[in-house]
């Protein structure tokens, strides 16, 4: 791998680049969030778009101080990504996977789980590796991520960084229709409608509404046996202008899936040491229950209110309530065994989550001087309350010894000690109220300085449902108060490029997440605290038909739970665990008919203090890589317009490999798998054919600490139409 710059070489350089630059006034609040503007998807990269999950001020993507991807609407259609985790292996340096309990796994600049806030317009539901499982992309508008310490913007529990779901939504584009349908391997299908509309003329006096409907069916028999999945997704909302300076949006998104006997991983064979290794022959083996079931209903309600008070000040609040139900009934673990002829079945498991989150955030923005300088400024409050129940029940096995390759499993409810009730475990309350602020100063005529802050106060209150005890107490409470912060500088050194440096801070949880946390995760510990360095450049090249995008960073996480070195039995919070990396992308339209688009991103991750106990001894980790962490991640995407009305695409992606603990001792290989389409242009409807996975590659998207690989697709073919009216 080739060599990162260290902490204090980037800081150097941050220095060296403060020395001038110019910012352009953003538009009020209710304009921050704006459609694409490039006719063609993998072309230049989105720079002069606003990313609203970076800033409240309305920054352009060129102008904040920091490295943020947009993958739009455009991009996710021409890539045939069919789900939100599909769309994240497009930003650089992320890889994202559903493994067993942790359906929305991202790792991100050497950091995952709970240190990446996952959102849904703006807002996060503290249970995001849970909540941010693969949903099918039909209502989303576009996916924005911010790389790196970022709690000044959302809150704890961004270390690596936060991703953001912007569903679609009414707006005043104009009317438009679209139908999709798609039809593949697996007896895979989706069927799609979308529609925007303007319900009433506008005579200059009176109410208009807007309304925007997006509905989407979709069904898939697996590419493990047994495995079959139905979902339906829906996004309702009506934009009204109540007066020219006074608006209101109601959304609604109603999002319902069922999966029967989910893939939950496939075992490594004996020795689990070094790099992992599978039967070929039990790549489509499923070894769960074979009535095994995963569900969710998930609702979300807006009611968003846009004033515009003058040129210069405008006003937003927004009312939100989530409401989720998942349930679970799973055998969870396989591993074979010492011979490596019987695959040994263990750990069953029937959960319940119950979550509800109801809050408000009230923002302004004012465009002003200070002083003789220019400046814009942002800021709110937000309070949040956020209830989460959970029901538990496990049996931990063996349940059973099966072959490999010839074997039937059982109905989940006859396994001894199973039974079909509900019983509540503990639930959680986490209250939260924060209060925030940002500021963007014209220093001189190519220099801005960008700044934010927030304070939160989190208050935790845990009820144990179940039989009370001096390490699961009845009740317990406690409170936090964490501040993060940005700084950092702009520095246009021509009109088509610029250097950016800054500084940022994140708060953490200290063990998972608050809404799931028990006595002894959080008693003695705060929040964990992370910061970031990061300087780069955005510019345009080769007479503006190409940009990029480049950027070097370290981020420090500090205070982990880590084990006593003299007493194993006890964690103290004295971890630290960092990571220092390098990232590109860019975007290129070389000649008329070709567009590239790609992306790099090395890491070099480690625990620098993290001692875990192993068999009574507290054992250092200290070097090793956390798990599930690549050093090298690269993206490419091909489009090439051979005749009028005809595209060829091709994709690449490539993974280095990853660790299973945080010992280091077993890991799962990199891989490099490769997409191809073709697609016709029929009047308003475009028919494409496309292959993923082209060479079927065996990979492991995700190995687990039991240890198995949760095995990615294998090579799957599609066609899709898609119609605008």
Known sequence: MAALPSRRAIAIAALALCSGASFAASDVLETIEVRDTRDEPNEK???????????????????????????????????????????????????????PGQAGFVSYRGFSASQITQLFNGITVQYDSIAARPIDSWIYDRVEAVGGASGFVHGAGSVGGAINYITKQANRDGDLAQLYGSYGSNNSSVAAAGLNRKLSADDGQGVVNYLRIDLSRSGSDGYVD???????????????????????????EYQQEHVDRPYWGTPLLNPTTGTGRIDPATRF????????????????????VNYRWSDQTSFRNTFYHYDALRDY????????????????????????????????????????????????????????????????????????SVNPLDFSTESFFSIPGMTADFVPDRSNRVTTIAAFLENRTRLL???????????????????????????????????????????????????????????STAADPPAGVLTTANFSQVRNFDLTTGDQVEAGSKFDFWDGRGNATISAYAITRKNLAVTDSSNPNV?????????????????????????????????????????????????????????????????????????????????ARAVSSVYGNTANTVSAPGYAIFGASLSRRLNKATITARVKNLTDKVYADNITSTPMFYLGAPRTFEVAVLANF
């Open 45 to 99: 990269l989105p720079l002069d778009q606003r990313a609203s999950t970076a800033s409240r001020l309305g920054l352009s993507v060129r102008d904040t101080p920091g490295s943020i991807s947009i993958i739009d609407r455009a991009a996710i259609e021409a890539r045939g990504a069919g789900d939100t985790q599909q769309i994240l292996r497009g930003i650089p340096g992320v890889t994202a996977s559903a493994p």
């Open 571 to 651: 964690t103290v919070p004295v971890g630290q665990q960092s990571s220092r990396g390098i990232e590109l992308a860019f975007g290129v339209r070389p000649v008329k008919s070709l567009r590239v688009q790609g992306n790099l991103s090395l890491v070099r991750a480690q625990y620098d203090n993290f001692t875990e106990s192993v068999g009574g001894a507290a054992v250092s980790r200290a070097g090793n890589r956390p798990t599930n962490t690549p050093a090298r991640v690269a993206n490419l995407w091909l489009d090439y317009a051979f005749l009028p009305d005809w595209n060829a695409g091709f994709d």
């Open 226 to 252: 047994g495995e079959r999945r139905r979902a339906l997704s829906g996004a309702l909302s009506l934009l009204t202008d109540i007066t020219p300076q006074l608006s209101h949006t109601l959304a609604y």
């Open 329 to 400: 009934r799973n055998v969870e673990v396989y591993r074979y065994n010492a011979a490596n002829t019987q695959v040994v079945r263990s750990s069953a498991f029937l959960q319940r989550h119950d979550q509800e989150l109801t809050g408000n955030r009230f923002e302004w923005q004012h465009r002003g001087r200070l002083g003789s300088l220019e400046s814009e400024w942002a800021g709110g409050v937000d309070y949040s309350v956020n209830r989460m129940t959970r029901f538990p029940r496990t049996v931990a096995g063996p349940i059973s």
């Open 445 to 503: 005529p190519s220099l801005a300085l960008v700044t934010g802050l927030r304070h939160d106060r989190i208050e935790l209150e845990v009820e144990n449902l179940r039989t009370a005890s001096a390490t699961d107490p009845a009740y317990f409470k406690n409170t936090y108060r964490p501040t993060t912060a940005r700084a950092g500088l702009v520095w246009d050194v021509t009109p088509s490029a610029n250097l950016f440096v800054q500084y």
């Open 285 to 304: 083996k499923n070894y769960n229950a074979n009535d095994g079931v995963y569900e969710q209903t998930v609702e979300w309600f807006r009611s968003i």
